[in-house]
């Protein structure tokens, strides 16, 4: 379904945005889950009265779940597994080779809405994001990407350190997701989910730092300071989660950064914004606008503590 659109789903009303706001995240990419092909994601900034105040880049790239490619060793099981797989990856074959098809036709006979909605993709407006971890799936994903002419964005890759060599050459960003987590695989150092940034940077690919779910991205900045103790410099780990989303967003013309002419888009922190023992967000601006940072939780703080601290 990827005529589906995130944006009009998004609830300004909740009570959730607040809490995340509240910790220095003022721009979100609101994102499809679920099935082959979820649908269209955009990004918002986090203080608005409605979705559409809040859309900063609508319809921003199309999210793709590859298929997994982790096959049982062997049994049934193995079969079952491949016939699916087989089954998923031809599936999306056929929907891009359509999606191309039409794309090639500026004014269509009759409008596909499915298809409509992929035509970006193919002129470059909208960018292909495929959620894969293993490195067979983004070696996979990256040969389709190329075999349609399209850039795509890895979001997941907790293997993507061993395929530095494909991302660089091919200049594939990736966004990894969930830092503070187990290692992929028993095999593999505790470390590695808090090394990777390095890892990935020390082989030249881009990256960003990201955090899936609905409430968890308030603890985004220390999920980057994490990161800075594990190989990044202070600035890097900064940049994971402003400059560099930025760019592999595609809105790094207008934010990301403190520069004349950008958005005036940013938080001011008493403390280390990225240590979550000293953070303070005492203060922040969405394109210049002050914006309250009292939120459920602040005010729950404050009600207890004045009944209980008499």
Known sequence: TPHVRTLIAYNTDSQIIATVR?????????????????????VVQLDAWNWEDAAYAAKDGIHLNWPSMELPASGND????????????????????EAQAYSSNPAPGKTN????????????????????DQAKGILAAV???????????????????????????????????????????????????YRLPFLLRQAGVRFCISHPGSWEQRNLPFEAG??????????????????????ILGIADSTGSLEIGKDATLFISTGDALDMRTNNVEAAFIRG????????????????????GQ
């Open 226 to 247: 994490t990161a800075a103790g594990y190989g990044l410099t202070k600035e890097e780990a900064l940049a994971a989660i402003t400059s560099s989303t930025a760019e």
């Open 113 to 132: 809405i499915k298809l409509e909605a992929m035509r970006g993709l193919f002129n470059g407006s909208q960018r292909l994001y495929i959620y894969t």
């Open 289 to 308: 606008r002050k914006i309250d940072l009292d939120n459920k939780q602040k005010a729950l703080y404050r009600k207890f503590t004045a009944k209980y």
């Open 143 to 193: 040969a389709f990407s190329r075999r349609y002419g399209i850039t795509p964005v890895i979001v997941g890759g907790s293997d993507a350190w061993r395929v530095t060599d494909i991302l660089k050459q091919y200049n594939v960003p990736v966004i990894l997701s969930e830092m503070h987590r187990l290692p992929s695989s028993p095999f593999e150092d505790g470390d590695l989910p």
């Open 22 to 42: 509240s910790n220095g995240v003022l721009l979100a990419q609101i994102t499809p889950a679920g099935g082959l092909i979820p649908g269209s994601s955009s």
């Open 78 to 97: 193995e079969g079952k597994a491949r016939r699916r797989m087989e089954k998923e990856l031809e599936a999306v074959e056929q929907l891009f080779a």
